[in-house]
């Protein structure tokens, strides 16, 4: 009888991942079966897609990057293209994903689809390309007011955000959107400066001017540090924003 | 409906289209899928082909490539067993396994069972031969016998290209060994508490020590300032005392510590560069 009946074992726990294991080896037994290189592309593109449905992004990027591309037909090379720019983009390569969509852009009648304008919108999005993205936005959704779905807060420069609280300490955590921080920053900053001065009139130089000069020079390069990482995160965050608002916009 | 019988049949046929391969496509599917780097279903594959064919010869070539899966899967406890119950109708099989289940061995720190794996291989070969020298003389050098290690090093011929260049590592790693400065807790201790950080310089962790010393060194002054400026019983000499005081006890303990860690990381660093000397060679002559 069959070895691969999935429903023939027992150990619940191990049912799904030896399921797909089954499965995973079922079709690379065809794609060895088979000389075709055309069926074992489009075998190899199934592979990919079982191991990205079980979100097992890297061995289906993996598996796609066994086929030399430029051997394929017009037709089956975009449909490699597209499956590996999602997938760089999934794994958060952007990088990647952006290089190969201009490296498609090249290549023969490329007419990229819906879901891939989508994803090149998302991918410069994460990229922080949001001049862009919104340039590709009104191409793919003319009918929506771009305006209103990039309408997020304004993103930071990590590196001013550091030499702004380097030049007054505080104020990179303002740049970078944290008022509060930015304030209680600068206090601290101010009260350990202000107990040296003391310390040096009131002749304490061990006991107060050096501890609040070293407490001062830690709080000096922590926060300029503090703030490039608050723009940072705000930066993310917008992305992250801007993302689920764009995909909204497409329900 | 139409659709999903005609894709149940479909996979009906694949399945038994699989479930019907002779041992010779089972074997190139397995060579297949080592060649692809698909390791985890490699192991899937050998285990489903090990229930359909039975001969000695068939279970010993699956064993063999499901011990050689699940080492790539660095999966040793595993390759291990799968190894062991290799049988004797392929000698090159046996051989590569039976070299690949002492180096797991030795990598899981069991040397004695290491050991006894290799004291059972016997390679008519004379670069065999010396493989097994060369492996056994690692082992001793992981277990820190440097008695067995001279016998065993006396044997290297020096004639295979494949393994001199890691007999000489391997000497190189007894010289180093053997030049470990052996470190007192109780010295390292004092010296602390002589002067504060000393006793981590004395560990080789001169950096550490060079900053102990500044902090310890400010803290006493800040101390010192406490109680010249306001007395012995002011707040300001209490705390900075107390933290003076901290440090200098931590930094002791710390200083005595520091010995086994020096110790640790002198052994994990000359272990991985042992291990790596005998593992090189295997995968250089076996792949």
């Known amino acids: 009888m069959c070895l691969f009946v999935p429903f023939l074992i027992d150990a619940q726990s191990e049912t799904h991942s030896d399921e797909l294991t089954n499965e995973l080896v079922r079709v690379e037994f065809d794609i060895f079966s088979f000389e075709d290189e055309v069926v074992i592309s489009q075998l190899i593109l199934k592979k990919s897609k079982i191991q990205s449905g079980a979100k097992d992004y890297p061995a289906a990027l993996k598996t796609l990057q066994r086929v ?40 023969d009648s490329w007419e990229p689809d819906d879901d891939l304008r989508l994803t090149e919108i998302l991918n410069d999005v994460a990229l922080g390309n949001f001049n862009q993205a919104k340039e590709l936005y009104h191409k793919l959704n003319p009918g929506v007011n771009v305006l209103e779905v990039f309408d ?31 304030i209680s920053s600068a206090g601290i900053q101010t009260l350990l400066f202000a107990y040296g001065i003391r310390g040096i009139q009131k002749q304490y130089y061990f006991t107060e001017a050096l501890t609040s000069i070293a407490l001062f020079q830690g709080f ?15 930066n993310n965050n917008i992305s992250r924003e801007l993302s689920v608002k764009i995909l909204d916009s497409f329900k | 409906m139409r659709r999903n019988s005609f894709f149940i049949l479909f996979q009906l046929w694949s399945i038994s289209v699989y479930c019907q391969t002779s041992f010779r496509e089972a074997h190139e599917f397995l060579l297949h899928l080592k060649g692809i780097e698909s390791y985890e279903e490699g192991v899937f594959s050998a285990s489903e082909s090990l229930k359909r064919f039975s001969s000695q010869g068939q279970q010993d070539t699956l064993l063999y490539y ?24 392929n000698e090159m099989f046996r051989l590569h396994a039976s070299f690949l289940s002492s180096f797991q061995s030795a990598y899981l720190e069991t040397y004695i ?60 790693n007894r010289d180093g060994l053997l030049k470990m ?17 000393s006793g981590k310089a004395y560990t080789g962790k001169a950096g550490e020590g060079y900053t102990t010393l500044l902090f310890s060194s400010i803290l006493a002054l800040q101390a010192r300032e406490g109680y010249k400026e306001d007395g012995a019983s ?20 710390g200083s005595v510590l520091s010995v086994k860690v020096y110790k640790d990381d002198f052994n994990a660093t000359f272990d991985e560069a042992i291990l790596l000397n005998m593992h090189v060679p295997l995968r250089t002559i076996f792949n």
Request: no cysteine; charged share 20%.
């Open chain 1, 68 to 107: 030399n591309v430029y051997n394929l037909s017009d037709s089956l090379k975009h449909v490699f293209f597209k499956e590996q720019i999602v997938l760089h983009y999934l794994l958060g390569n952007h990088g990647q994903a952006k290089s190969m969509l201009l490296e498609a852009g090249l290549l």
């Open chain 1, 152 to 182: 997020v807060k304004k993103v930071r420069n990590p590196q001013k955000a550091f030499n702004l609280s380097l030049l007054l300490p505080g104020s990179g955590q303002i740049y970078a959107g944290s008022f509060l921080k930015g």
């Open chain 1, 220 to 234: 000096y390069f922590g926060g300029a540090e503090y703030a490039r990482e608050l723009a940072d995160e705000r």
């Open chain 2, 66 to 89: 499901k011990g050689l899966f699940e080492y790539s899967l660095k999966q040793p406890e595993q390759s291990i067993r799968s190894f062991s119950d290799l049988g004797n109708s």
């Open chain 2, 113 to 172: 069972e290491s050991k006894k794996l290799l004291d059972e291989i016997e390679a008519g070969d004379p670069f065999y031969k010396e493989l097994v020298v060369h492996e056994q003389a690692g082992l001793s050098l992981l277990d820190r016998d440097f008695e067995s290690f001279e016998k065993y090093s006396n044997q290297f011929s020096g004639s295979y290209y494949q393994l001199s260049s890691f007999q000489n590592q391997l000497i190189k």
């Open chain 2, 181 to 197: 400065k052996r470190k007192s807790p109780l010295i390292a201790g004092l010296m602390s508490g002589l002067i504060p950080g």
């Open chain 2, 234 to 253: 002011s707040l300001r000499f209490k705390i900075f005392a107390g933290l003076f005081s901290a440090l200098y006890v931590a930094n002791i303990w």
